[in-house]
């Protein structure tokens, strides 16, 4: 029988998102707005005024005409518990993902905890509910059963892997807070569809409340973003954080 000590089991309560490749720039949304005008000269407007490209870009996100934030590529690396992965590949609009494979590879085990930080009581009813610090007693509790849990399911994986079953087979007993990774691909119009429902902020003209987990990897997403493109960050978060 496996013991624990045979196993280095990590645990984590952050996130890791970084930006591996990109083609995106404010100019991307002028060139395709005013190709509609210009034709091929769109191309020669870049050079102009960039007042009057803020201006555009604030119009185009003001009154929704959203085709030319599509014209960039982000590709973000991104590793975090799976449950937030299930959450995440609900964008499906303007986002490809490819994520890592238990089928394929053994599973690390690596898991998350949450760290005192995360809120832990629910108050109130779906739709309605707020999140509440927790006492240190139930910080205490879940952290020491969430660790107890994976220990075990981790333990009965690895053993049933030592025993010939195959690895599509003994990922069935691991967990939800088990950490993946993947990479995913978008364009601004999908990111900031993204940001609009799985962000919390003060300048959005719509609330949203997502899950604490999945709001740290759009935070760091956003930060990213917002230096690759800050005309049309800015004018994201001036319309109320809303997609166009």
Not at 134 to 159: C, F, I, N, V
């Amino acid at each position: 029988m496996i013991s624990d000590d045979d196993i280095k089991i990590e645990f984590r309560s952050d996130v890791t998102v970084e930006l591996v490749k990109h083609s995106a720039a404010d100019s991307d949304v002028l060139f395709a707005a005013r190709v509609s005008t210009l034709g091929e000269q769109s191309l020669d407007e870049l050079k102009k005024d960039p007042e009057r490209s803020r201006g555009l870009i604030n119009y185009l996100m003001r009154d929704r005409h959203g085709s030319p934030f599509e014209h960039n590529s982000m590709t973000f690396f991104i590793s975090a518990p799976i449950f937030v992965f299930r959450e995440f590949m609900r964008h499906r609009v303007g986002w490809s993902y490819n994520e890592e494979s238990g089928r394929y590879r053994e599973l690390q085990p690596v898991f998350y905890v949450p760290d005192a930080s995360r809120k832990l009581v629910q108050e109130g009813r779906p739709g309605k509910y707020r999140f509440v610090e927790g006492t240190p007693e139930q910080h205490k509790l879940a952290t020491e059963a969430m660790q107890d849990s994976y220990r075990q399911a981790y333990r009965t994986y690895r053993e049933m892997l030592d025993a010939g079953v195959a690895r599509e087979v003994a990922r069935s007993v691991l967990p939800v807070g088990l950490f993946s990774s993947m990479y995913a691909t978008c364009n601004a119009r999908s990111l900031m569809h993204f940001l609009g429902l799985r962000t919390q902020h003060e300048l959005a003209k719509v609330p949203s409340f997502p899950q604490r987990e999945i709001e740290m990897v759009g935070e760091k997403m956003e930060a990213a973003w917002a230096e690759l493109m800050p005309l049309t960050y800015a004018a994201f978060n001036a319309n109320g954080r809303v997609a166009p």
